[in-house]
């Protein structure tokens, strides 16, 4: 073999390995980015969770306190909702 390929191939492997590190540090920081989503995603789910529980406890004082006003409360209620979900819908479009 020639120096001057041997020189070529050395070239060649060390450029592979620094291409293959390179991929394995992107899927490795996809790899985080996903799990970050992930865990924001279900953090989302549970404060969504806790905040309808509590709407719920409010409707319930409402409704014994002042029957009149837990229509507008409710009709309210299903209206933030709404816009989460489809916000929701469009975030969960963008990130598949």
């Known amino acids: 073999m ?5 020189k070529e ?3 060649v492997q060390k450029d592979l390995q620094t291409r293959q590190l390179r991929m394995f540090a992107e899927t490795e920081n996809l790899r985080r980015c996903e799990q970050r989503a992930y865990s924001a995603e279900q953090q989302v789910a549970a404060l ?3 905040n309808v529980k ?3 406890c409010v409707d319930e004082l409402r409704m014994k306190y002042e029957p009149g006003t837990i229509l507008l ?5 299903m209206k933030q909702m709404l816009k989460r ?3 929701l819908m469009t975030l969960y479009r963008h990130v598949t």
Do not use: G, K, R
């Not at 020639?2 to 041997?6: I, K, N, P, Q, V």
């Open 73 to 77: 409360s409710y009709c309210y209620f």
């Open 48 to 50: 969504q969770s806790a």
């Open 2 to 6: 020639h120096a001057c390929c041997s």
């Open 9 to 11: 191939l050395s070239a």
């Open 85 to 87: 979900c489809f916000w």
């Open 54 to 56: 509590l709407q719920i």
